[in-house]
């Protein structure tokens, strides 16, 4: 079946540190990827998606590449501060019909530090 | 205001009570999804519906029962046939008509505990 799987958190980070959050994905076929941001008692926020092989997706900083070769979507930014201190999601989607259901990791938390 | 609309934020219910959640989408959205998110856990789908008047189980859809009379509402009914309803409930929409697109956008969610 399909599978996500992401590094374990918590992730603790200085300010302006380099982040990187692992996630790697098992799929029949070609899937959609996505990571999604969960503040505190809040829903998720789409953060940035990629929808083949070698895309990038790009928001607010952050950044991920579709890896086929390596079945990865790892997030990374440059530089973090302290508002980015949240749960993030890393999940697939497979348009199986018209479903499209999203299959999630299980959420790596950061913890971003003066 | 287009949105998700998840109501009410904070529910608590005695055992052996049903109780509906409530998602509300003004987006115009064909397609409605309930998750089940635990602590720790990623989320779980429960179930979900890509057109009004047809819905179809999740991986986890055992004690919950939902409808879609209106395209812009999908109650969700958890009931005393769920073993451990205590959970973080996510609604999520998709748009699935014209150019095809498996986003999924969420709203804020409602906190249900059981006493």
């Known amino acids: 079946g399909n599978s996500v799987t992401q590094m374990e958190g918590p992730v603790t980070l200085s300010e302006e540190a380099f982040l990187t959050i692992n996630c790697t994905y098992t799929?029949?076929?070609?899937?959609?990827l996505f990571w999604y941001v969960q503040y505190p008692g809040e829903g998720l926020q789409l953060l940035l998606k990629?929808?083949?092989?070698?895309d990038k997706g790009s928001n607010k900083g952050f950044e991920a590449t579709y890896r086929k070769e390596t079945t990865s979507f790892h997030l990374e930014k440059g530089s973090v501060q302290v508002s980015d201190s949240a749960v993030y999601f890393c999940a697939l989607s497979l348009n199986t019909g018209t479903a499209s259901k999203l299959t999630f990791g299980t959420g790596t938390r950061l913890q971003v530090t003066l | 205001d287009g949105g998700i609309t998840q109501s009410p934020k904070y529910l608590f219910r005695k055992e052996g009570q049903n109780v509906t959640l409530s998602c509300e989408q003004n987006l115009n959205h064909d397609a409605m999804y309930w998750y089940r998110q635990d602590p720790g856990q990623g989320l779980r789908l429960i179930y979900y519906?890509?057109?009004?008047?047809?819905?179809q189980k999740g991986d986890i859809a055992e004690g919950y029962s939902v409808s879609r009379e209106k395209k812009e509402s999908f109650p969700l009914t958890v009931t005393s046939a769920q073993k451990n309803p205590t959970a973080f409930y996510l609604c999520a929409t998709r748009d699935a008509t014209g150019r095809r697109t498996d986003t999924q956008y969420f709203g804020p969610g409602t906190r249900l505990t059981v006493l």
């Open positions: 990629a929808t083949k092989a070698d």
């Open positions: 519906s890509q057109i009004v008047n047809d819905f």
């Open positions: 799929a029949t076929g070609y899937p959609s």
